[in-house]
């Protein structure tokens, strides 16, 4: 072959266009159709009322999001089908307390691992529990339901929305944490029912997540709220305590929503979805549609903060959850 003939075909190879494998040819231009977000659970609860309007925000930010809820074995089902999708950003997990902590820890043979099945990108909001009593109950303040609980062994109960809940953990590790083992858990099929019997003094305490409601129930004075359970007071009723102000320590429980993707989701995806969600999470108008259903937005999470988020909470939760025997399956 020429010397010519050799240059030329280097020349030709030089401007031919580079080989780029499909994947990266897709994250380049990505997002090209609509994002996949699944909530693991029926229509109108909770989840709805954050991933919802979150998905209303990335419109303008992101792109078109298709909301998909997938209810099944408290969430398990959502999050399975999620853990098992291609890792190409186009489908998402509005998962939570419930799908990524109790239900892998507390299953014998959990379908999916929550730290190595998903990759982290935000957390949404952070929802506060409380420890509430009826108006009969003789006391004021936490430490006097701790000295209550501790010289009744046996007399106090506490409603939850469910076993397995926050709001049983939340009564588990009080339990724990003041040394008052002898309170009896009543679990009940959902919040509803549980706030009923606590208002009529059925039941003498309840462990319920801070909504508007329950805020108002302690407002009239038809339950007492001695404390709330996350690390800083909640912004909708900044006059109650926290249980570590109250002289709890470690007394945190709280309820969460964050966005997961499929592991090995591509990293420049993942960034590029956290920094819309923190856009997105800075309006005012979308934190206080995430107020009206009880959460604080956290514009200022993003991928690192939310795998360690999720890594003490799973720290935090896994003993009381095997010391109390839970089992979900």
Not at 176 to 187: E, K, M, Q, T
Not at 230 to 251: H, K, Q, S, W, Y
Not at 302 to 317: T, Y
């Amino acid at each position: 072959m020429t010397r010519r003939k050799v240059l030329g075909l280097g020349l030709a190879a030089l401007s031919a266009p580079l080989m780029t494998p499909p994947w990266a040819q897709a994250q380049s231009r990505y997002p090209d159709r609509p994002i996949r977000l699944v909530i693991p659970f029926p229509p109108g609860g909770v989840n709805d009322a954050v991933g919802r309007p979150w998905a209303d925000k990335m419109k303008a930010l992101l792109g078109t999001v298709v909301i998909e809820n997938m209810g099944g074995a408290g969430g398990a089902v959502g999050a399975l089908a999620v853990a098992r999708a291609q890792p190409d950003g186009y489908t998402l997990l509005l998962g939570s307390g419930g799908t990524q902590v109790i239900i892998p820890i507390a299953s014998s043979q959990p379908q999916y691992d929550p730290v190595k099945a998903f990759e982290t990108i935000s957390l949404l909001g952070i929802t506060a529990v409380c420890i509430a009593v009826h108006p009969s109950v003789p006391v004021q303040t936490l430490p006097e339901l701790i000295a209550y609980a501790r010289a009744n062994p046996g007399k106090l109960s506490y409603g939850s929305a469910g076993s397995g809940t926050m709001t049983h953990l939340t009564g588990e590790l009080f339990k724990v944490l003041s040394g008052a083992a002898d309170i009896v858990h009543i679990p009940y099929r959902g919040a509803g029912p549980a706030l009923t019997d606590a208002i009529s003094g059925h039941i003498p305490m309840i462990t319920p997540n801070v909504t508007g409601q329950v805020i108002e129930l302690n407002k009239t004075g038809k339950l007492r709220i001695l404390a709330v359970t996350t690390a800083n007071r909640v912004a909708a009723a900044p006059d109650i305590p926290t249980a570590i102000e109250a002289g709890l320590p470690n007394m945190i429980s709280q309820n969460f929503v964050a966005l997961f993707a499929p592991a090995g989701t591509p990293k420049p995806i993942i960034a590029q979805i956290a920094e819309a969600t923190r856009a997105g999470l800075a309006d005012r108008e979308l934190q206080q549609l995430f107020h009206a259903a009880a959460f604080e937005p956290r514009p200022d999470s993003g991928p690192e903060h939310a795998r360690r988020f999720l890594d003490d909470e799973i720290a935090r939760w896994s003993p009381i959850i095997k010391s109390i025997g839970l089992k979900l399956d």
